[in-house]
Each structure stands twice: as structure tokens, then as C-alpha cells.
T-cell receptor, first 117, second 113 residues
Framework: AQKVTQAQTEISVVEKEDVTLDCVYE???????LFWYKQPPSGELVFLIR??????QNEISGRYSWNFQKSTSSFNFTITASQVVDSAVYFCALSEAYGGSQGNLIFGKGTKLSVKP | DAGVTQSPTHLIKTRGQQVTLRCSPKSGHDTVSWYQQALGQGPQFIFQYYEEEERQRGNFPDRFSGHQFPNYSSELNVNALLLGDSALYLCASSTTYRGDTQYFGPGTRLTVL
């Protein structure tokens, strides 16, 4: 069965600290896609990154970086030097190419990040 | 370039009523997906529309139905509303390529009293 687990329900850090949000996924598909979305208090889901199952290269975008490891079925997200504007709920999601979900997104329960000044 | 738009922003209904939510996809997108997000939970997939047909459906009862128009916009209809239908309803658009990124609208907050 397809599943995304975000074990951290809430994380609180002080500004400028680094923080890592964990994501573990389950799928039987060999072709799949992983995503991270940010949901600020306004409610809109903002796309951050997409990764396909054949590309295990880590990615860095400014203060954000992502570590994809197929061996541990993990796709973790790190924010370096966190800022108050990073406060939001972050969702990890899985989409399968051929499995039961076939293109729809399966979300984790989210991690609420609070960055205090 | 306009993103995904949804209307209305907020809606209050009573049990047993019917509701229609609307979504316009991002320019260049032809596939629309709907999700329900209960408070404190991740979004749950309701269904996806492509070429005016329901292509895929999640684990939601038949009270939830939809439609896609020739201009790719979409509606979500919910009949016989229950208290448990209170949630944020999110629309996402993408191309038909299954691995494509889904871009979300601001959502419609539905409250059922």
C-alpha cells in the first residue's frame, strides 16, 4: 500500500537554527514522484520541490535542501538558518506512475514548523 | 500568468443541503484534482478530471460528484451535507502527465452546521 509518514507533528526552533523535516514513504511502484509543499496559515499549498524515483541527487535551493535516499525510502527536507517566514505546515507527498494511486497525491499528515524570533 | 483560482473562499451550509465549489486551472493545464483537508490533517484525494471525465476517484461516497467543462474548469458538488464534510476543499491543476506537479488554489473553507 502507498503511504507517507511524517513522524514529527510539530517542531519549534529559534530563528537562524537549522531544522530537518523527515519524510518516509512506502510504495511498490518502481516509478514514483515525491513532493514537498508548504502551507502557510492562509491555507494555500505552495509547491516547493518534485523528485522522481530515478533521480537521487540531492538538491539545494537557497536555504532549502532535500535529501532523497531510496535505500531508506526517505525524502528529508532541511531549512538552513530558519526565518520567522518559514513558519508553516510542511507536507510531503507521493505520486505513483502505475500503482493504485496513479497520479494522485498521497500526503503525509504534515509537520508544523514554528520559528520564533 | 494566473494561478489556480477557486470560489467561493468561504461557505456556510446546514446539514442536508447541497453545495457547489468551483475551480479554474492554471493556464496550460488540462487536469483538475480535488482534495479534502480536515483540520490538522493532510489533504485527501477526492477525484481527478481530464477531458471532461472522471479519471480517478478516491475513497469518497457518491454524495461527492464533479464535472469538468470544455475550458478545463471544474466543479465539485456535495449533496446531503454532513457535519463531517466541514473542511478545506482544495483544487489542484496539472498537465495530464501523471508525474506532473499539481499546483493548488487557495481553497474553499466549507462549514456545515
Amino acid at each position: 500500500a502507498q503511504k507517507v509518514t511524517q513522524a514529527q507533528t510539530e517542531i519549534s526552533v529559534v530563528e537562524k537554527e537549522d531544522v530537518t523535516l523527515d519524510c518516509v514513504y512506502e510504495t511498490r511502484d518502481t516509478t514514483y514522484y515525491l513532493f514537498w509543499y508548504k502551507q502557510p496559515p492562509s491555507g494555500e499549498l505552495v509547491f516547493l520541490i518534485r523528485r522522481n524515483s530515478f533521480d537521487e541527487q540531492n538538491e539545494i535551493s537557497g536555504r532549502y535542501s532535500w535529501n532523497f535516499q531510496k535505500s531508506t525510502s526517505s525524502f528529508n527536507f532541511t531549512i538552513t538558518a530558519s526565518q520567522v517566514v518559514d513558519s508553516a505546515v510542511y507536507f510531503c507527498a507521493l505520486s505513483e506512475a502505475y500503482g493504485g494511486s496513479q497520479g494522485n497525491l498521497i500526503f503525509g499528515k504534515g509537520t508544523k514548523l514554528s520559528v520564533k524570533p | 500568468d494566473a494561478g489556480v483560482t477557486q470560489s467561493p473562499t468561504h461557505l456556510i451550509k446546514t446539514r442536508g443541503q447541497q453545495v457547489t465549489l468551483r475551480c479554474s486551472p492554471k493556464s496550460g493545464h488540462d487536469t483538475v484534482s480535488w482534495y479534502q483537508q480536515a483540520l490538522g490533517q493532510g489533504p485527501q484525494f477526492i477525484f481527478q478530471y481530464y477531458e471532461e471525465e472522471e479519471r480517478q476517484r478516491g475513497n469518497f461516497p457518491d454524495r461527492f460528484s464533479g464535472h469538468q467543462f470544455p475550458n478545463y474548469s471544474s466543479e465539485l458538488n456535495v449533496n446531503a451535507l454532513l457535519l463531517g464534510d466541514s473542511a478545506l476543499y482544495l483544487c489542484a491543476s496539472s498537465t495530464t502527465y501523471r508525474g506532473d506537479t499539481q499546483y493548488f488554489g487557495p481553497g474553499t473553507r466549507l462549514t456545515v452546521l
